[in-house]
């Protein structure tokens, strides 16, 4: 699969998860809407790194979320300088709140939702932005 195939293969996929995402918040479904509204920004994170040409890690075969959420933000946002600085804990902030919707008995709020939802969106246009500039 060429680079640029790959990339759009993820995009959809984050396109995909925040569009769930609004449904699931919509339906009062918070915990659910937290866990897509962080897939929805790791999906857009793996198609900008892919844009960008960052290659797997060495003898990797899948974007892992430390991977991922560790070279986005040192490589696009502080080396790069391709994303700003309001996105560099989008990842981890949206990561956390998907593992207290997964791992704890602890509910997410309508509140707590609602903010990761539009940081995902934020964060997905943002790169949508730049990943249309790069083709």
């Known amino acids: 699969m060429t680079r640029n195939l790959a990339a759009q293969v993820y995009f959809a996929k984050a396109l995909e998860h925040l569009a769930a995402a609004e449904s699931e918040y919509g339906n ?3 915990n659910t809407c937290a866990k897509l509204a962080y897939y929805a920004s790791f999906h857009s994170a793996v198609a900008a790194l892919i844009w960008e040409g960052v290659p797997l890690p060495t003898g990797g075969s899948i ?3 430390a991977f991922v959420q560790a070279e986005f933000s040192r490589l696009l946002i502080n080396q790069r300088k391709r994303y700003p600085t309001e ?4 990842l981890s902030r949206t990561f956390s709140l998907r593992q207290v ?3 704890t008995t602890e509910q997410v709020s309508q509140t707590r939702a609602l903010r990761s939802l539009r940081r995902a969106a934020e964060f997905v246009s943002a790169i949508q932005s730049r990943g249309g500039a790069t083709q």
């Not at 996105?87 to 989008?90: A, C, I, R, S, T």
């Open 28 to 30: 009062h479904r918070y």
């Open 63 to 65: 974007w892992s979320h």
């Open 87 to 90: 996105h560099q804990d989008v």
């Open 101 to 103: 919707a997964d791992y």
